[in-house]
């Protein structure tokens, strides 16, 4: 299975909260160039400002927890925009 699957979809749960798990992975990888296997890093703590609250989207869009994550793409989205 793909290394951007969140583990309870492993178990065959995809839902929405999978897709936006999925979604972090991959802003993380394109951010890094690091591949985000399970676990992954922060970014660097000399990254720019920017960097760091982008990292903050990234972190909540793969958290573990369910409840923590964004609930709907349109709220990673509304998260995303406000970095602008």
Do not use: W
Request: hydrophobic fraction near 40%.
């Amino acid at each position: 299975m793909p290394a951007r699957r969140a583990s309870f979809q492993r178990k065959a749960l995809a839902t929405p909260p999978a897709d936006i798990y999925s979604v972090g992975k991959l802003i993380y990888e394109a951010m890094t160039g690091f591949s985000a296997k399970d676990d992954f890093p922060r970014l660097p703590r000399q990254s720019a400002k920017a960097m760091q609250r982008l990292n903050g989207v990234i972190l909540k869009a793969c958290e573990d927890e369910l409840r923590k994550r964004y609930q709907s793409a349109h709220e990673l989205y509304a998260a995303l925009a406000r970095l602008r």
